[in-house]
Structure formats: C-alpha cells, structure tokens
C-alpha cells in the first residue's frame, strides 16, 4: 500500500526574509503516478547569442543526417553531439540591409528574437515584441520570472552604436514591445540577489556594509531543510544537497570575484563583482541559470554572450585584438585563424553548461532533456556581414524526446529564422499564426 505524501512543486524554503524555491524532486511525483507522464516536468525556451558571426570555414558540416565528426569550431560539443541539432539554411532577410544601408550589427540583435527590421535610428527606436516575450506573456504567471535576461558586456541604451542605430539595438535581445528592450543582467551579484530576493534596493555604500556582515543565505533557511530533508527519501535527499550545494558555491565564487576585483585599479570601468575572466564571468551566470530553470523560476531566458559588435580582447587565450576588428580580417590567414579560435572558445564554455544541464536528473529525464536552447549568431561571416545561412545549434530535446538531436538538418535556402522560433513557440504551448518574417513552420524536428 502506498502512502507517502506528494510534496507540492510550488515548495519553497524560507527563514528571516529568505525564500528559495526548489528543483523538482520526486516526492512531487504523485505516488501512484508513473515516471513517465508527459510534461511532469516542464519545457524551458532559451536563446544563447554570439556577436560578429564565426569563421565559416572551420563552423559548417560537409554532411547531412547524423552526427558525426563535428567541425572544428563545434568540437568541445563532441561528447554531446547526440544532444544537438546542427541547422543549415536558416536566414533573416531582416538583418540585411534592404533600404537602410550600413549597420549589420546594429540590426542583428534588435532583429534577431522579433523577426523585424529595427527602425534606423538614435533616438525612437522601434524593432518588435521578441518571440521569447511572446511566450513569457502567455506562460509568465506560473513562474516567478515571466523571463530572464543575462548578458556580460555593455548595457548602454542610449547612443550610436553602429551606423546610426541605437545602442538599445546591439545591447539588447528581449524587446517586450516594438519600443520596449529588456535591458540584460550583467552583474554575478545582481543577478543572484534578483534571484533569492535578496537587499537589490540598497546603496552601494549599504551594501557594501551588509556584505561585511553578511552570511550565507541558506543559513537563514536551515531549519526549514532540516524538516524537509526528515520528510525526503534518499535519492531526494542527495538532490536536495547538491542543489544546496550548487548555491553555496556560487555565493563563494562571487564573494572571490569580488575581493579579486578589490585589487583591480578603481579608475577602471568594471562592474561591481564581475569576474575580469571570461570563462569564469560565463560559469557563474550560467550557473545561476541553472538554478533558476531547476528551481522552476522561469522557463524562458535569454543570454547576449557579448553585445554586437564588440572589440572585447582575449588575452586569456592568447588574443589581444579586438574581436570585431579580427572578423574584418580581408582572407588573412593569421587573423582568420584569431577568429576561429575565439569562436571555440566561446563553444567552450557553451559545451561545459550543456555537460551541467545534462547531469542534474529530472525523474527519469535530465534538465538537458527538457530544455531547447538556440545557439548561434545573426551574422554568418563577420568579414562579409551576410545573413543567410546562419550557425545556428538546437540544443536539447524540448521535453519528451519531442526534438530528434544528433543530426544535422538542412532546410531549403532562404528558409526564414522566423520559422523556427515559431515552431519551438508551439512546443511551448503558445500558438500563433504567423510571427516576424516567418512563411510557416519548420519541419523534421520532431521525431513525428
């Protein structure tokens, strides 16, 4: 006879001001339910963006069907190639420059997730509602986040940033209406304390007194896990600590990130505690990513790697030019060889995320599972500014094994990115007829 209690999804672990939601465990499962009931769990949308396109050469499969060797460029994703969809032949007609005449990159993030051309202009800017926000608007309310924005560099709104095009343009992805941009989270510490609620409406001078007494948030909740951990069963119980786990040490890296920077020259333009490496500015809001799907905290997101356009250096990795300047490399071959190797890099840390994704458990299916996540850029050769078959990457399985990964799929030409982003809105629950430029949906993702 079966008689342990459900404990409902919505549970939450609070103590002196603090509220944590949890991952899905499966004491949420009801007893007598099986582990495989469609949706149990549910399906998060997200967009993953890369500025100044890639070096093609090194990026495109010279094969169709499934994966096999991965090019160069999408070699740290090898381990996870049956996790993925390679997509070819994916265009935005809108990010070209039609009547408007110079700005590629100034319209590539403002038509990216609208489907739109942005009005050219500094002043009354205009793109469209993005498709994440279409479905943030629909699904929003059952979460606590209708939607989530990261990015990590520059978030100037104001200004010309490309040929006559507003900032809010190339710093923005998510756009809530034709005028209305989502401004990216940038901050480590931002973030977490959007996050777990924590003192956002301080000064920088109060905060910084707090942080000198401050403790760990899941201190203020110990009691609470204490209860709940007497009423878990032991694989929920490991969930639970791991999940725990996952906070604490992100509370530890950001405390670091900001005593390293506390040794930074003052004069320099650096946010408060961010991490001056890109890889570890990377890991910690992919990780609080993390959590924030787990903990069902929101099911759409969006993250603008870096703004459009960008003249970040790597000098981690051996590169002190600029990133764009590199991409207007006119075929040189040492300059080319830069460009591939910093669009690696970025799969890299990209590959490592998925690796996390994919190793927290969501009954019998993973977070991986249950996420479809677009990787890719809006320009295909930076030296050449065209848009048309875009890199684009279709990472996890959209719940229910709903997408078929571990091939490559190749679309007729000039097939509208529009297309796609309407489809993955239908696995989302929330249909529309049309949506940017799109002609109708894509097909073969699914294995129907």
């Known amino acids: 006879m079966i008689t342990r209690k459900t404990l409902p999804r919505r549970t939450f672990l ?27 769990a549910p399906v998060r949308m997200g967009f993953v963006y890369v500025p100044n396109g890639m070096d093609i050469r090194n990026w495109v499969l010279d094969y169709e069907g499934k994966l096999g060797q991965l090019s160069r460029i999408m070699k740290p994703l090898e381990p996870y190639k049956d996790e993925l969809v390679v997509l070819s032949n994916l265009t935005h007609n809108n990010g070209r420059a039609l009547l408007d005449g110079p700005g590629d990159h100034g319209r590539c993030c403002g038509s990216y997730l609208t489907g739109v051309q942005p009005r050219k202009t500094m002043v009354e800017i205009k793109a469209g509602i993005s498709c994440d926000q279409i479905v943030a608007n629909q699904i929003g309310g059952k979460t606590r986040f209708p939607s989530l924005e990261l990015g990590m560099e520059d978030a100037r709104q104001a200004g010309d940033c490309d040929s ?16 209305q941009p989502l401004p990216p989270v940038l901050d480590p510490r931002a973030l977490f304390e959007r996050l777990f609620g924590a003192d956002a409406g301080l000064t920088p001078e109060a905060r910084a007194r707090r942080n000198k007494f401050r403790r760990s948030i899941l201190d203020f909740v110990t009691d609470d896990t204490k209860k709940l951990q007497s009423d878990l069963g032991p694989t929920d119980q490991r969930k639970l600590e791991e999940y725990l786990s996952s906070i604490r040490d992100i509370e530890r890296q950001i405390e670091k990130a900001e005593k390293d920077n506390a040794q930074i020259d003052p004069h320099m333009a650096k946010p408060y505690g961010v991490p001056a490496d890109f890889a570890e500015h990377f890991k910690l809001m992919t990780d609080m990513l993390t959590i924030a799907l787990q903990a069902d905290l929101s099911r759409v997101f969006t993250f ?22 590199l991409t207007h490399h ?31 458990k969501e009954g019998d299916a993973t977070l991986l599972d249950n996420c479809m996540i677009v990787y890719g850029a809006w320009l295909t050769d930076g030296n050449r500014h065209n848009h048309e078959d875009l890199p684009t990457l279709l990472v996890g399985h959209g719940g229910g094994n709903y997408i078929k990964t571990g091939r490559r799929v190749v679309y007729r030409r000039e097939t509208p990115m529009s297309n796609l982003f309407l489809t993955m809105m239908d696995r989302m629950d929330v ?16 294995l129907s």
Request: aromatic share 8%; proline share 4%.
């Open 14 to 40: 609070r103590g002196l001001g603090t509220t944590i939601a949890l991952p899905f465990l499966d004491a949420m499962t009801p007893a007598l339910a099986s582990s495989r009931i469609p949706g149990k």
């Open 164 to 179: 006559g095009y507003s900032c809010a343009y190339t710093n923005n992805l998510a756009w809530r209406s034709e005028t």
């Open 304 to 325: 603008l790697v870096t703004r459009e356009g960008t003249s970040r250096s790597y000098r981690e990795i051996g590169i002190a030019d600029g990133h764009h300047p």
């Open 330 to 360: 006119m075929n040189k071959a040492d300059l080319m060889e830069k460009v591939s190797q910093i669009n690696t890099y970025h799969v890299k840390q990209f590959a490592g995320w998925v690796e996390r994704l994919k190793s927290i």
């Open 431 to 446: 249909h529309a007829e049309h949506f940017g430029d799109s002609t109708g949906r894509v097909e073969g993702l699914n």
